[in-house]
């Protein structure tokens, strides 16, 4: 494409059209004090200069590989095949742009379809899009979805949701007239304690949504809410807790899910300081043209020939802004391709065996603690790869006194729970040792004896 910059008539022009005389007229409402500001802005380096300075930079940091992680919530430090950064990397992905010109981009297309068809043998759902942003705005987009599909104007969110989607959700429902209806967690008895969610639901409710496992790690049994759910008419919408879970629990398909949603992070991709991430977004085919975002389909050509194109495109890029299903203009297009590799070189039988480890070393860590006066594992049912522990002195601390001893030490869950503030949510992996799961109870003992 040819860019042909303006001539300073062709500028002009525009300017007399609009009513002023210059482009700075155009910043007149700024105040002039803060239109030009004098920045204290450091004089060039060399690049020798450079490499150093960010090095040192870099050095302050503590690279999850030479601690001892405890903590998930959403992130997990689960081990990637080298096979996935490598073909991550190569320039044609990496270069590749939006698919909307199938003639030119078969190659983008059909990993995108095959990140869809692996999303949906996974989750055991009939229908994926090419993903979302990350796991919270798929739980918004959900919960647009099965509002437009109902035509009701009430959500019930489980209180165990992640609280950043829960918090996603809301700033999408923003100003829109939703009752939002969010379930109480707290820990009473040295269990967690939950106000019915069931309860909840009634005939103007147009989605629950629910976490599995939920943000304590706790795995529950959903029949009673997916029950009510059906009975009045009401949605399900179904956050996977962490991906890798799947090679043990059951689907939400198996749950009868209507809209199932995740983050993708855990399925090979690295930390990267908490994003980003790529959304996974499945659902019935009953809902397929709800579903926001890019889906990419398989067809032929006139001569027979297998071919890919991006298909059912309710986008606001395609048709009438109030007729798209979502404004949301994007994928996550080289980490879905991340989590596709991932996917296709661990197999059913490798992503079993990371799921088995994950919660043979999490079962090591909940044992163990057990065993350590001022500790409590307060689950309230079976676990995969996370458990919620009450601790003798608030979560913050916790953590700043783990750090001294070179672990990271979980989720301090007084951030967004009242009343829960000395208690951590602690996760495990198969990348998680024995020798550290030694060192987090030996660290954990003598925080307690020092308290």
């Known amino acids: 494409m040819a860019f042909v910059p303006l001539t300073a008539d062709e500028r002009q022009a525009m300017l007399e059209q609009i009513g002023v005389g210059s482009v700075a007229d155009l910043f007149a409402d700024i105040p002039a004090s803060v239109r030009f500001p004098q920045l204290d802005v450091p004089p060039p380096l060399t690049e020798i200069q450079t490499v150093a300075k960010m090095s040192a930079l870099a050095a302050k940091n503590q690279p999850v590989g030479q601690l001892a992680c405890f903590v998930g919530a959403g992130y997990y430090n689960h081990y990637s095949p080298s096979v996935v950064s490598h073909l991550m990397g190569r320039s044609e992905f990496y270069t590749s742009y939006t698919p909307y010109q199938p003639e030119v981009s078969q190659g983008t297309l059909q990993y995108s379809f095959e990140f869809q068809s692996l999303v949906c043998d ?7 899009n090419s993903s979302v942003y990350d796991g919270a705005s798929g739980a918004a987009e959900a919960v647009l979805m099965a509002l437009r599909i109902s035509r009701r104007d009430r959500v019930v969110l489980d209180g165990s949701v992640h609280p950043e989607h829960r918090a996603v959700v809301a700033a999408y429902l923003d100003g829109r007239g939703i009752e939002v209806v969010t379930t ?3 820990i009473k008895d040295g269990k967690l304690n939950r106000q019915s969610v069931v309860e909840q639901i009634d005939g103007e409710t147009a989605c629950v949504v629910i976490q599995q496992p939920d943000f304590f790690g706790t795995i529950r049994d959903l029949a009673a ?3 009510k759910a059906r009975e009045v008419g009401a949605l399900v919408v179904y956050v996977v807790g962490d991906p890798v879970s799947l090679g043990l629990l059951k689907t939400p398909g198996g749950w009868d899910a209507d809209i199932a949603i995740g983050e993708g992070q855990g399925l090979g991709l690295p930390l990267q300081y908490g994003g980003p991430g790529v959304g996974i977004m499945t659902c019935k085919t009953a809902h397929l043209r709800q579903l926001p975002g890019r889906i990419v389909g398989q067809t032929t050509d006139h001569d027979g020939r297998r071919g890919f194109v991006l298909t059912l495109q309710a986008r606001e890029q395609h048709i009438r802004r ?5 404004n949301i203009c994007t994928s996550q297009t080289l ?3 991340g989590a596709t590799i991932y996917l296709a070189a661990m ?3 490798g992503l079993k065996q990371a799921a088995g480890l994950s919660h043979k070393q999490t079962r090591a860590v909940a044992d163990q603690i057990r065993r350590v006066d001022g500790y409590r594992v307060v689950n309230d049912g079976p676990f995969f790869d996370e458990i919620t522990v009450t601790c003798p002195a608030d979560g913050d601390t916790m953590r700043h006194e783990l750090a001294k001893r070179g672990i990271i030490g979980g989720y301090a869950l007084g951030r967004e729970y009242p009343g829960l503030e000395n208690a951590l949510v602690l996760c495990a992996t198969e990348m998680t040792t024995s020798e550290e799961i030694d060192r987090l109870v030996s660290g954990l003992r003598e925080i307690g004896g020092a308290r």
């Open 335 to 337: 980490l879905a391709l």
């Open 225 to 227: 809410i997916v029950a």
């Open 122 to 128: 996974l989750f055991e759902m009939d229908v994926a």
């Open 347 to 349: 197999g059913p039988a």
């Open 322 to 326: 109030e007729k798209a299903t979502s």
């Open 184 to 186: 109480n967690v707290g």
